[in-house]
Structure formats: structure tokens, C-alpha cells
């Protein structure tokens, strides 16, 4: 019930091409989305996050889309960067606590 | 405006041991929440402090402990480490307390290694 399932595991694409994270929950009560950045060495980042009155946010070229019916929620990194290497962390929370995929690690080569 | 900071950065400790981590949250922000990060595992919830007063805790044995001081700094505390005990262990900031009320704010992270 509280578990958050991400996929992939690690991801690699190419300079300009687009990255897709999935992340998929059972708890109908979560009613707060965000997606966390961790490179190496550092402490995660909130990156972008969403709730679950809007379908889509986007900022600049991080989009999360989120789908309530189906309880499922996506982050699309577009034009994607070497500098976007990093592993990207999903989350679901509601007022108790926030549950944290198992991470995709994203490599982007030139 | 200073981050949050968690010491020590690297620590080796052997079965059996004790072991405190310590975390100072940024400045103003009274909730501090513990993770565990292992690789395949993510990140896992140990529990949550606001106010000197632990608000949650996650699904962790009794040997995994914590407390939060009046300015509030807050410290993890291990006893009786085991091997699996290795891992990243996050302490994350924030102006309010709950999972869902804005932006966690983490530190770089202690890692320990039990041998």
C-alpha cells in the first residue's frame, strides 16, 4: 500500500534525445508528487513536483505527467544533457510521510 | 544561507558497535527527517522530528533511534550494528513538518560502513 514503484533501473540515451522515468503507486490518499535529482556525492534535490489536480507541469525541460486513474505518474526530461546524468528519485506522500522510489540512474552521452 | 550539514561524513565502524550521526538543519526550519539510501533499495523513511518530538517513524528495528534538540539539530543513534547497516544516511530539512506540505531540503549524507 505505501510502496511507490519506479522503472527503469538505469537508463542511457543520447545527447537531444528524450529521457522517460515511470513511477507507479497503490495509495489512493497520496496527493503530493515530487521528483528528487541525487548526483554523486550530494544529498538529493527536488527537481520538479506535482499534485494531483493537474495532469501535467512542466518546467523548462523537465515535465512530469501524472495519470490519477491510473495511478501512475512520469517524469520527461527533454533535450536531454550529459549534465543531466544524475539519479532521479520519484516520491508520494501524504500528510504522514514521503516514500521514495528505488531510483533511475540516467546517463546521457554526447 | 547555509544547507543542512551532517557529520561525520565517512565513518567504518565493525558488528556489534554503536554509532550517532549528527544533523544541523537549515536555519529556521524545525522538521528533520532520517533516510536510509542503499543501492536497489532507494531511499527509506527511518523517522521524522518537529519540535523535540518525533512525529513518525518508518519500519526500522528498535536498534535505529533519534532525537531532536531545542535548537533543533537532531542526531540518529545505532546500537548493535549488523553488515546491512551500511548505507547512505540522508537528513533532510524542512519548514514544516509532513510529507506532503513543500521541498525537502537534504545534506551531502553520512556513509557508513560496518565491517
Not at chain 2, 84 to 100: E, K, R, T
Request: charged residues 15%.
Amino acid at each position: 500500500q505505501q510502496q511507490v514503484k519506479q522503472s527503469p533501473q538505469s537508463l542511457i540515451v543520447q545527447k537531444g534525445g528524450i529521457s522517460i522515468i515511470n513511477c507507479a503507486y497503490e495509495n489512493t490518499a497520496f496527493d503530493y508528487f515530487p521528483w528528487y535529482q541525487q548526483f554523486p556525492g550530494k544529498g538529493p534535490a527536488l527537481l520538479i513536483a506535482i499534485r494531483p489536480d493537474v495532469s501535467e507541469k512542466k518546467e523548462g525541460r523537465f515535465t512530469i505527467s501524472f495519470n490519477k486513474s491510473a495511478k501512475q505518474f512520469s517524469l520527461h526530461i527533454m533535450d536531454s544533457q550529459p549534465g543531466d546524468s544524475a539519479t532521479y528519485f520519484c516520491a508520494a506522500s501524504d500528510t504522514d510521510k514521503l516514500i521514495f522510489g528505488t531510483g533511475t540512474r540516467l546517463q546521457v552521452f554526447p | 544561507k547555509a544547507g543542512v550539514t551532517q557529520t561525520p561524513r565517512y565513518l567504518i565502524k565493525t558488528r556489534g558497535q554503536q554509532v550517532t550521526l549528527s544533523c544541523s538543519p537549515i536555519s529556521g526550519h524545525r522538521s528533520v527527517s532520517w533516510y536510509q539510501q542503499t543501492p536497489g533499495q532507494g531511499l527509506q523513511f527511518l523517522f521524522e522530528y518537529f519540535s523535540e518530538t518525533q512525529r513518525n517513524k518508518g519500519n526500522f528495528p528498535g536498534r535505529f533511534s533519534g532525537r531532536q534538540f531545542s535548537n533543533s539539530r537532531s542526531e540518529m543513534n545505532v546500537s548493535t550494528l549488523e553488515l546491512g547497516d551500511s548505507a547512505l544516511y540522508l537528513c533532510a530539512s524542512s519548514l514544516i513538518p509532513g510529507g506532503n506540505t513543500g521541498e525537502l531540503f537534504f545534506g551531502e549524507g553520512s556513509r557508513l560502513t560496518v565491517l
